[in-house]
Structures are given as C-alpha cells and as structure tokens.
Nanobody, 111 residues
Framework: QVQLVQSGGGLVQPGGSLRLSCAAS????????MSWYRQAPGKQREWVATITSGSDTSYADSVKGRFTISRDNAKNTVYLQMNSLKPEDTAVYYC?????WGQGTQVTVSS
C-alpha cells in the first residue's frame, strides 16, 4: 500500500534552517505532483509548496524566497528546505501526493 513517511523538523531559532523529508513507497512516485502543507494551532491547514512531475515548483507567498521544494525520484523522496524561519512558520507540516498524506512533522520556531 501507499505510505508517506516524513522526517526532519524540530525546534529552531528565528532565522534558522530546517529540512523536511517525505519518502514515498507503494507508488510510481515520479509520475505525480507532490505538495507540502502546514497547520498551525487553531488554524486551517494551508498549502505551502508544490513540485510537479516535471520539477516545476510553486510556493505560497508567505514562504516564497525562503523555502525550496525539491524531489529525488531515485529515492522516491520530496524535500522542503526551510531557511530564514520565522515564528509564524511554526506548524505541523504534511507532505501530500494524490489522496495520501504523511504523518505530520512538528516545526517550532522560537527563541
């Protein structure tokens, strides 16, 4: 069956960096777009970034220029590199492909 397993995340100071990973299994990974979403406490889940099967990328305005989504089809993995992190980036981050979601990873930006 399809599984998305996330890793990375944690606690970082404002201005710091983190990288999230999402490894997929049970599907033809390279054929599909993949996305990252996040959900802050008390807020709705929001879209963060998408990478297409052709590696075109798009970003929410709130993270543009700071976050980078990438994929390694040989490893069936999508990444989210997060730089210049702000306290408002604090959220649980989820990867998504088609109808499937990762388990979520907590990112906390605090001094």
């Amino acid at each position: 069956q399809v599984q998305l397993v996330q890793s990375g995340g944690g606690l970082v100071q404002p201005g710091g960096s983190l990288r999230l990973s999402c490894a997929a299994s049970g599907m033809s990974f390279s054929r599909y777009h993949m996305s990252w979403y996040r959900q802050a406490p008390g807020k709705q889940r929001e879209w963060v970034a998408t990478i297409t099967s052709g590696s075109d990328t798009s970003y929410a305005d709130s993270v543009k220029g700071r976050f980078t989504i990438s994929r390694d089809n040989a490893k069936n993995t999508v990444y989210l590199q997060m730089n210049s992190l702000k306290p408002e980036d604090t959220a649980v981050y989820y990867c998504q492909i088609r109808a499937y979601w990762g388990q979520g990873t907590q990112v906390t930006v605090s001094s």
